[in-house]
C-alpha cells in the first residue's frame, strides 16, 4: 500500500512540486498569521507582563494600557496610606511629539515614565548604555528596533521631545509594542516635565543637564503601581483602593493584562483580520491539494479498476490516497514551517515584530495541514468509490 502511495505522488514531480508549494503556501499564511496574533496580544500586554506590580490603579474609565484618562499624582500619597499597601508609585503612558533637530523632521512617539528602579521598568532589558545615565533627567532610551524611526544614528544624539530637550542614552531589546508608536522610556520626573509641561517650555537644545519636575498633586499621571505587603489579600486591597481612591478602578496585573489583550484582539478587530488570512491560506492550500490528488486519482483510474477487480476492499484503495494526502501533508509542512520560523527570527531582530511560534502552535498548524490534505482527498475518494471493475477491460 504504502508504495504506491509514494509511486503515484512522485510519479510526476513537476505536479508534485506545485503540490508542496501550494501547501507551503497555507502552512507559511497560517503559522504567520496565527503567530503575529499570539505575538500581538502578548506584545501589547508586556509593559504589564513584565513589571512587579500587584495592582493597577487606573481611571474608571479606561479601556487598555493606552487608553485612558489621566488620574492626579495626589492618588499616589493617597494609595501607599492604605492599609496592607507596601508601595505605590505612579507610571505615566502618553502620546508625545518627537522633533529631530539635525533633519527638522518630527514623529509621534509613547512616553513612559517611571520610576527607573521601581516596579515597572526590567533592568535585564538593556543592551547599550548605563542604567545610571537613565536615571537623570531629559535621558530616554528606546528599543534598538526603532532608531531608525527617530532620525538618530547612535547613543549621545540630542533631539526635542514636546518642545524639550531629550538626549538618547541607551537601547532595550524586546520592549516595543505593536500596538503603540514608537516607546521612549524615561525616569518618571522627565516623563512628567514632558507630558506636563512640555508646552510651556522653549530650552536650548543643549540644556539637556537640567531638572525635570517632580510631579505635584495636581500632576497628570497614568496609572498607579501598587505593591501589596506579604500576606495581604489582593481581593480585599482591590476593594480598599477603590473605595479610598475615587472615580478609580484596581486591577491585578493578570487582569490588566486580559482587558489590554481582549480589547486589541476582539474589540478593535485586528484578530478579525488576522484570523481571516489564516482561513483564507487554508481555502488555498485545500484547493490545490485537492486539484493535484484528483488528477493523479484521474491518471491511474486503471490501476484503481484493476485493484478493484483483484478483490481489493474500498478502504484499501481509501488508504491508498489518504496515505498520498498525508506524505504531502508532511513534505508541505516542513519546508513550510522552516520558512516561518526564519521569517519570526528576523522581524523580531530587525522590525521588532514578534510573530510567536511556539512548539503547541507549530503542532496545531501540522494538525491542521494534516485535516487540509486528508479533506482535500474527498473529491479524489468519490472518484475512485465510482470505479468500475470492468473498465480494466475496455481499450
Known sequence: MASIARKNLLEDIPRFLVAQ???????SLVTIQTGLQYGFARSSSQLIDQSRADIWVSSKNMQHLGLTLPIP?????????????????AVIIDGGLWHELATDKINSITLVGADPQGMLFDRSNIVEGRFNDFKQSFRFMIDKTNLNSIDLK???????INNI??????????TQSIVFGTLMF????????????GTQTTASPNNVGSSAKKPVSKDQISFVLVKAKRGQSIAKLKRDLEQALPDTRAYTRQEMSKITQDFWQVRSGIGFILGLGAVVGVVVGAVVVSQILYASVTDHIKEFGTLKAMGASD?????????????MAILGYLPGIALCVGVAAWTST??????????VSALVVFGITVLMCVGSAVFAIQKV???????VFKG
Open 315 to 327: 478502504w484499501f484503495i481509501y488508504n491508498v490516497i489518504i496515505e498520498q494526502a498525508i506524505w
Open 165 to 174: 530637550p531629550a538626549k538618547l542614552v541607551g537601547f532595550t531589546q524586546g
Open 186 to 197: 524615561t525616569s518618571l520626573e522627565t516623563a512628567n516635565t514632558y507630558r506636563n509641561y
Open 73 to 89: 499624582y495626589e492618588r499616589v500619597t493617597k494609595a501607599s496610606k492604605v492599609k496592607g499597601v507596601a508601595k505605590a508609585e
Open 21 to 27: 508549494a501550494g501547501i507551503l503556501f497555507a502552512v
Open 350 to 359: 530587525t522590525q521588532g515584530i514578534v510573530i510567536l511560534i511556539t512548539p
Open 385 to 391: 468509490t465510482r470505479v468500475d471493475p470492468a473498465i
Open 154 to 160: 547612535r547613543l549621545g544624539e540630542v533631539g526635542e
